[in-house]
């Protein structure tokens, strides 16, 4: 079961790319439908194999040597954990987007690849599988839109080289690669920091604007939204799997405080950003960086309560990045409701992992507190962001869904959303406790911080609700939150048809209805926002001396890197890495 539970979700991505590229060469327009069905089935198997097992971690080693690289395979809750929140919003895309055959397929098999980087049980390994992931988005993204990302390009191949390094870093210092064998003093200072640079380029999570906005500038938003889905939560695995190298903790406290650090700086910067774009489009770009850089700062702090809200909020990421290119036009219910859940609004999930962010590190210390007091600050930020952007211009999320599709598939994202906030103590108790429980056990945590465990987690602490009878936690206090949201929202529809029957009565003339008005003004203008263009521009402006032209070339480089097809360029990847680590 454990083993169906790693190869079942990926095959069946693959046996749905090769049904899509035969449909694509029949002419029958199926090959979405198809992609979709099998995403979703493939999260359906997943789900339910976990569920169906005893939840615990195993390792499989066929015996096969690819080069130098033991084949090695681990399912645990954290493997879970990252597959539920890459199969997630990747079946929302594949199901709601529109895309031709061809197009599902490529998307198809670099979500599957996304899924076999997550099954190996080796560093070594899950940066293969990135590798791939990357190169098929790379081409997915070029033959969607002629205009190649070079910046999505450039960051994921240093990124890519970055994660090689470490683990030739830990080959070299431990002896291996694999997660369940490396020894603790392995993960020195250099690999942690080597590690993390990987980590952050991947996932984009820059104060300034990074690949993930950048995304969102395409006149096509289906190749760049599924290569936020994918590559996002996988640029965050590592971080923690980081852990359980290190029996719990990171090298040092010094580096918990610089990452906490970075995640809400990132977190900040999305929310200064957001509260000044001047579309929809432009907040909608800001969302993910929002969600990221707060799960960021909550896996810095490396305290049991702060790793299982960065997986809650991981979980939370994957809705907003399924969720946020769904965003139907105009402001009706459906779009407002989609913005505040993408924004954080009670009682969704991501509003559940946001609160949990902000506890852990209000919990964690004197400094990670003023971190957690800035989060917040970025979070609110984002809320006025989100009730502006419902006046913004510009409304249309992009040419991928249609109108209808639109609407059905932010319904479906924001109904998952306000369900797992809802049930959260069922998310967390299943998926987070066990998923921080594997990489930070209970003997090597600080004695005070009582470890990983349902009690500490889902007990009442010092921002919890605590009575005679015994107390809630955060966790638990979705319940109420359901309660005062359903208050507030009909209390709020009454008014309004209040008011609405009120101005009927009236019978207001025409001449003295007021114009429609203009969006509201932003806080503030983002600091420095025309800095990075400026530097972009003069960068274009340089010129190379005709006799070096010649030496290099980008575009070149780029038609022979979209042009060569996907299976040589994994095989490509697979032979650098063998190269590499010899």
Request: hydrophobic share 60%.
């Amino acid at each position: 079961m454990a083993l169906a539970t790693l190869l079942l979700p990926p095959a069946l991505l693959v046996v749905a790319a090769a049904l899509s590229w035969a449909a694509g060469l029949a002419r029958p327009p199926v090959g979405r439908q198809v992609v979709a069905a099998a995403a979703w089935l493939a999260l359906a198997a997943l789900a339910g194999a976990w569920l169906a097992a005893a939840r615990g971690s195993s390792e499989f080693a066929p015996g096969l040597t690819t080069g130098v690289i033991p084949v090695r395979l681990r399912v645990d809750a954290v493997t879970v954990l990252f597959q539920v929140a890459v199969l997630l919003p990747a079946a929302l895309l594949l199901t709601f987007q529109r895309r031709s055959s061809s197009e599902a397929t490529r998307a198809a098999l670099a979500t599957a690849a996304a899924l076999g980087c997550l099954d190996g049980g080796s560093l070594l390994w899950t940066a293969i599988g990135l590798g791939v992931c990357t190169s098929l988005l790379l081409i997915h993204l070029y033959r969607e839109e002629p205009r190649v990302s070079t910046q999505f390009w450039v960051v994921q191949t240093v990124a890519w080289l970055l994660l090689v390094w470490t683990a030739v870093l830990l080959e070299s210092a431990g002896g291996t690669s694999v997660y369940g064998a490396i020894p603790v003093t392995a993960l020195r200072l250099p690999a942690f920091a080597v590690m993390t640079v990987a980590a952050l380029l991947c996932s984009g999570l820059l104060p300034w604007r990074s690949w993930v906005s950048e995304a969102w500038t395409r006149r096509r938003l289906e190749a760049g939204t599924l290569a936020i889905a994918l590559i996002v939560p996988l640029g965050l695995y590592p971080l923690v799997r980081a852990y359980g190298m290190g029996a719990g903790q990171w090298p040092s406290i010094q580096t918990n405080v610089v990452v906490a650090a970075v995640g809400t700086a990132v977190a900040l910067g999305a929310a200064v950003r957001a509260q000044g774009a001047a579309t929809r489009r432009r907040y909608l770009a800001e969302a993910v960086p929002l969600a990221s850089g707060l799960a960021l700062l909550a896996l810095g702090l490396g305290t049991p309560l702060g790793l299982v809200a960065a997986l809650t909020a991981i979980l939370a990421l994957s809705i907003v990045a399924g969720l946020a290119p769904l965003v139907p036009p105009g402001r009706g219910a459906v779009a407002v409701v989609a913005i505040a859940v993408a924004a954080g609004a009670p009682p969704a999930v991501v509003f559940a992992g946001w609160l949990l962010a902000i506890q852990a590190a209000v919990e964690a210390g004197i400094i990670t507190a003023f971190f957690g007091l800035v989060g917040a600050a970025a979070w609110l930020l984002g809320l006025a962001a989100a009730a502006r952007a419902i006046w913004l211009p510009d409304t249309s999320s992009g040419d991928g869904p249609g109108a209808g599709r639109g609407y059905v598939g932010s319904l479906v994202a924001s109904a998952a959303a306000i369900t797992a906030g809802v049930a959260l103590t069922a998310v967390v108790g299943l998926l987070a406790i066990p998923a921080a429980a594997e990489v930070m056990p209970t003997s090597a945590v600080h004695p005070q911080s009582g470890g990983v465990s349902q009690a500490a987690i889902l007990g009442a602490g010092s921002m919890g609700v605590s009575t005679a009878s015994g107390g809630w936690s955060a966790v638990l206090l979705a319940g109420p939150l359901v309660l005062i949201a359903l208050i507030t929202v009909t209390a709020a529809h009454l008014a309004r048809r209040r008011a609405a029957r009120i101005s009927v009565l009236e019978e207001v003339p025409a001449s003295n209805v007021a114009p429609p008005q203009p969006p509201p003004e932003p806080f503030f203008a983002p600091p420095l926002a025309t800095i990075p263009h400026d530097a972009a521009r003069r960068l274009r402006a340089l010129r190379l001396p005709e006799q070096y032209r010649s030496l290099f070339r980008p575009a070149l480089m780029e038609r022979a890197a979209v042009w060569g097809g996907p299976w040589l360029w994994a095989a490509a990847t697979v032979a650098l890495t063998i190269a590499v680590t010899r």
